[in-house]
RNA sequence: GGAGAGGUGGCCGAGUCGGCUGAAGGCGCUCGCCUGCUAAGCGAGUGUAUGGGGUCAACCUGUACCGAGGGUUCGAAUCCCUCCCUCUCCGCCA
């Protein structure tokens, strides 16, 4: 959310940052519930003033046949305020209903570009193997493996559901497991495992409300949404906190299932692991003083290439541009890992900068002195990684001529010394 | 699900019959003093948001906030209603 001062003074240059993303934002009524805002605001606080003035003496006056006078011209004063706080309810709630829905300004290191054609490869990792044989894709290999079913997930629940078996079953929770464990053992980043339905007020915090409501899904009674990422629950983790500069940077990292509807994807990925309505992550997140952010998200995304690295996985990082980065980020790297079965690269984690878009949204705040002023904290989340992807891409990159697949040097202890997943009965 | 208790400032904890209570007291914290270490002691200060003024920083001033939202009243942390959350006991349950 925006800074409304900010606003107020810089409105011709927010307007035209905003239009970095692509299409047109008018700001004018800004300007107009703004300035309303504030008159109705500065007529209500005299009345109130007075009010309180007058009570007090009132209260003071132990004849109130004294000031009977007062008290009749008070109720007056009193309907007065009233209604002009009712006028300035609508007008807050709408001033608030469109700060809501206006996105975050891009960094200004953020590349322009209007699609993602225009995202900036930054740099690559890793050669993409050379088969000697045609390379399946994973769900070709998962079903002949007997570790991947989408028939049957299908018949339990419908389409964009997988169910896991046997080896695959125990591959994604191996994976979960060395992810977590890379991060809190190696990367110094705590680990929590937090609710995965929250209430519109987190949802609300991270910018998934008002605007994104429908790729949610939801709980009617009683009101909650599952999460569509961990990042959620876990940057709300500190809504409405003051943390103290000393404690910063914060960094969690948390496993949690992730739910979306994909209501814009239709007939995009529909076979395949990639596009779930369910799927496992593991979130990093950050709370960091403002002039350490872009720092941050430097080492922010380095862990979660480093899971890349360990695995063996080709992967590239990609700058995205300002037509492509999200509603609430000011900067995004995604990494996308090499797909053999798609001759492609295709995201496996998003990295972000928000600086205090959410923090503004969710209070989370820091001061820098014990008698400090409170000032907002930046927050930065990115995926290290998605689990689900991270599993195919390994399913596709170390498949073998017999369509089994090898287990990547460092999941083994996880896997009870497997080496290999071969067709199960 | 049933019965009861409660939600006050960073924490603990007072708030009588509604009226100088933004909120006693204690702890913590900050600054200063003192004690040749540590501890103790003394003094002062110590919420947030927002509007206005300002040499726009330290400052002055108005308003709001005692779980949330309504209501009663000249005036509510204090009375009434609704909701949320926490705790205890019973029931149920992974």
Request: with cysteine; net charge negative; hydrophobic share 40%.
């Amino acid at each position: 959310m925006f800074d409304v001062k900010y606003l107020r003074d810089n409105l011709e240059q927010a307007r035209e940052r905003l239009a970095s993303r692509g299409g047109e934002i008018d700001l004018a009524p800004f300007a107009d519930l703004d300035g309303r805002r504030r008159t109705l605001l500065g007529d209500a606080e005299a009345l109130k003033a007075e009010r309180n003035k007058v009570s007090a003496l009132i209260g003071k006056t132990k004849d109130k046949s004294q000031v009977q006078g007062e008290i009749v011209r008070m109720q007056e004063v009193s309907k007065r305020i009233k209604a002009l706080d009712e006028e300035l309810k609508g007008v807050e709630a709408e001033l608030q209903g469109l700060l809501l829905t206006l996105p975050n300004l891009p960094h200004e290191d953020c590349p322009v570009g209007t699609s993602e054609d225009d995202n900036r490869e930054l740099r690559s990792w890793g050669e993409p193997r050379q088969f000697e044989f045609e390379a399946k894709p994973h769900w070709e290999l998962g079903e002949q493996l007997g570790v991947l079913d989408f028939e049957r997930a299908g018949k339990i629940a419908g389409a964009r559901f997988s169910l896991l078996r046997g080896a695959g079953a125990r591959l994604e929770r191996a994976l979960i497991n060395f992810m977590l464990d890379l991060h809190t053992d190696h990367h110094n980043y705590v680990e929590i495992l937090p609710p995965f339905m929250v209430n519109r007020e987190a949802m609300t915090g991270t910018g998934q409300l008002p605007k994104f409501e429908d790729d949610l899904f939801h709980l009617d009674d009683p009101d909650f949404f599952l999460i569509p990422t961990a990042e959620v629950p876990v940057t709300n983790i500190h809504r409405d906190e003051i943390l103290a500069a000393v404690d910063l940077p914060v960094c969690y990292t948390a496993y949690t299932p992730c739910f979306r509807k994909e209501a814009g994807s239709h007939g995009r990925d529909t076979r395949g692991l990639i596009r779930q309505h369910q799927f496992n992550k593991v979130e990093l997140v950050k709370f960091v003083v403002p002039e350490e952010s872009d720092r941050e998200l430097e080492k922010l995304l380095d862990n979660a290439e480093e899971v890349l690295r360990q695995l063996q996985l080709p992967y590239r990082v990609v700058d995205l541009c300002t037509g492509d980065i999200g509603f609430s980020a000011a900067r995004t790297f995604d990494i996308e890992v090499w797909l053999p079965g798609q001759q492609a690269y295709r995201e496996i984690s998003s990295c972000s900068n928000f600086r205090d878009f959410q923090a503004r949204r969710a209070a989370i705040r820091f001061r820098r002195e014990a008698k400090g002023k409170p000032e907002l904290v930046h927050t930065l989340n990115g995926s290290g990684l998605a689990v689900g992807r991270t599993l195919l891409a390994i399913f596709e990159n170390y498949q073998q001529k017999d369509g089994s697949v090898v287990i990547p040097e460092v999941l083994r202890p996880y896997m009870g010394g497997l080496e290999k997943i071969t067709a199960q009965g």
